[in-house]
């Protein structure tokens, strides 16, 4: 038996703000070579910016992962998170766990970078 007692969701758009693709499969390879695996579902995410209503249409990517992949995962989830802020040029990514709803943002890039190196 394998007990895979820790979860998170990665909720990753399918296009940036400007309508340009975003490499869902770049992040999910990635995801799967940490985890060692990932289930992907379609969603999607709305919000209210100024009273005007926004729409994402987005990958929700999980993984469960036992307590010795923890660091693994995280670093990776990191990567994937600065990969989405700048590359993917998202205003913010969100991530759900068994702890709640976490929203990164811009201001966060340098410190989930220097947190991916110290890791390394």
Known sequence: MIKLNNKVTLY???KNNAGKD????LIQSNLIRAAGGCTTYKAA??????GAIYKDNILAMQVNYTNDQAQT???TL???IV?????????SVSIESYNGLTIYDQ???LTLSKQ????L
């Open 12 to 14: 990753v758009p399918m």
């Open 22 to 25: 975003i490499n869902t499969e």
């Open 45 to 50: 995410g709305f919000w209210v910016d100024n």
């Open 73 to 75: 995962v995280v670093t």
């Open 78 to 80: 990191n990567k994937m």
């Open 83 to 91: 990969y989405l802020l700048t590359i993917g040029e998202q205003l």
């Open 107 to 109: 201001d966060d890039t």
């Open 116 to 119: 991916v190196v110290k890791a």
